[in-house]
């Protein structure tokens, strides 16, 4: 999907940005293609660069914007996640404008040997810390389990995929009480959602925000981990640098394992073409690791 640029924004929308920002705009540098829609830009002013983020408010997704925002507001300063520096409705948009994260970093890189490794289990391991509790708002992350629960029940009314008993066990054995907790959650953690710089981990696009266990974010990366090529048993092994991972309920593993691997068949069949082979790989990934932590 293509993004909308700086300048598709109403002049009184980027006046007020300038304003909040200290002076005039000089540059924008769209952050390129994106899945959702809006504005996402990295705007150089004269003294310095900021990352900002807008939508229509009352387009379909005001609701991740808004999440994200909020979840900016009530990160700890020590977070490793880009500052806020302002958020705001103008005309019709949603408007969030966050530090930049200097022109050296890159996401990061989760391939097996990776120097980033590390630096991400760590990062992973001081979200759990630093954010519990969960700060005032946080909605319960089976609010994020809802449209996963049912993707399924559309694939099981089709009879996809033909191996679905690998899914439908793991699925009526989960129990969404054991994603209760207090910790604020990412809940979408990958390459694409982390920049390194200097050997520090930067957290970005908090657009799924949550309330819940806090193993919860580790499980969600391990599918991830197996696209990026690590075998199943390998993910274990790295997870087990994540204190709250050893308290993560094995049929819930296993059952968020399942639908979340449903949701990227759903969309690698009904999604974006131009997501669906990205879906797909990412689902391959999702079975692998159900398949193993099924066998345990």
Known sequence: MTRQQWEDLPVSVRERVEL???????????????????????????????????????GIAAKAHRTESWAASVLPDEAPAPHLLWRGQQDGWLVTVFEYINDNSRHVDLTPGSPDLPAVLDTVSLLGALLTPCPRGGAPVIDNILPLLAKDSHLRDK??????????TAIERF???DLRGNTLLHYDLGSSNMLISQGSVYVIDWSYAARGAAWIDAAMLAPRLVEAGHTPPEVDELLSRVPSWTSAPPDAVIGLAALWTRFRIYKARYGPEEMREFRARAAVAGKTWLAYRQSL
């Open 175 to 177: 129990e969404p009480s």
């Open 159 to 168: 009879g996809i995929p033909a191996d679905r008993d690998l899914y439908d």
């Open 20 to 58: 909040e920002c200290g002076g005039p705009v000089i540059k924008a540098e769209p952050a390129g293609e994106g899945v959702m829609p809006g504005i996402a830009a990295r705007l150089q002013t004269a003294n310095h660069s900021v990352f900002i983020k807008a939508v229509e408010a009352a």
